[in-house]
């Protein structure tokens, strides 16, 4: 079975704090996708990263760093020097070929508070 | 470039009455989908479509029906509301429905729909 599992529900950190965000998925299949979504207060859904099941390469992006590991069938999201305007609920999702449909499996979201 | 637009952003209907939420996407994707989020539940899939004039159920169809008359709209229509379908609903896109581009979805506003 396909899933994700996202531990923390909520996070609280003071504003320069670095900052993980834990992300733990299931599969099978040997191809798959992992993202990354930004819920903001505003309640729009933010694209962050996208990352193939054959690449492992970790990636940086300002103050932005996700950690893939397959070993540990994980792809964790750390946020560096922590800033209030990165409160936001963020989502991990598992994307994967059904025959010729494409399946995005959601975790539940972890919710993150920087504080001033 | 607006991405994608919903309409209407919010609205509050009496139980059995018939809605049409609207969606329009301007970046010629291939596919598109529906979600409803609760809290608590994360996103859920309402329907998707992979291309114009194809259609499929998603993991919480019953009560909502989709059409995909061409490739920039994607209306969702609830025949006949119940207090359950009170939620946010979000539209979204993705370019690819094969190969391993074109995963990510891009996402819309939103509709926040009550249902009295």
Not at chain 1, 38 to 63: A, M, T
Not at chain 2, 63 to 73: E, H, I, K
Not at chain 2, 85 to 106: D, H, I, K, L, P
């Amino acid at each position: 079975a396909q899933k994700v599992t996202q531990a923390q529900t909520e996070i609280s950190v003071v504003e320069k704090e670095d900052v993980t965000l834990d992300c733990v998925y299931e599969t099978r299949d040997t191809t798959y996708y992992l993202f990354w979504y930004k819920q903001p207060p505003s309640g729009e859904l933010v694209f962050l990263i996208r990352r193939n099941s054959f690449d492992e390469q970790n990636e940086i992006s300002g103050r932005y760093s996700w950690n893939f590991q397959k070993s540990t069938s994980s792809f964790n999201f750390t946020i560096t020097a922590s800033q209030v305007v990165d409160s936001a609920v963020y989502f991990c999702a598992l994307g994967f070929n059904a025959g010729n449909n494409r399946k995005l499996i959601w975790g539940l979201g972890t919710s993150l508070a920087v504080n001033p | 470039i607006a991405g994608i637009t919903q309409a209407p952003t919010s609205q509050i209907l009496a139980a059995g009455r018939r809605m049409t939420l609207r969606c329009t996407q301007d970046m010629r994707h291939n596919a598109m989908y529906w979600y409803r989020q609760d809290l608590g539940l994360g996103l859920r899939l309402i329907h998707y479509s992979n291309t114009a004039g194809t259609t499929g159920k998603g993991e919480v169809p019953d009560g909502y029906s989709v059409s995909r008359a061409n490739t920039d709209d994607f209306p969702l229509t609830l025949a006949s509301a119940v207090p359950s379908q009170t939620s946010v609903y979000f539209c979204a896109s993705s370019r690819g429905t094969s190969g391993t581009e074109g995963n990510e979805q891009f996402f819309g506003p939103g509709t926040r729909l009550t249902v009295l």
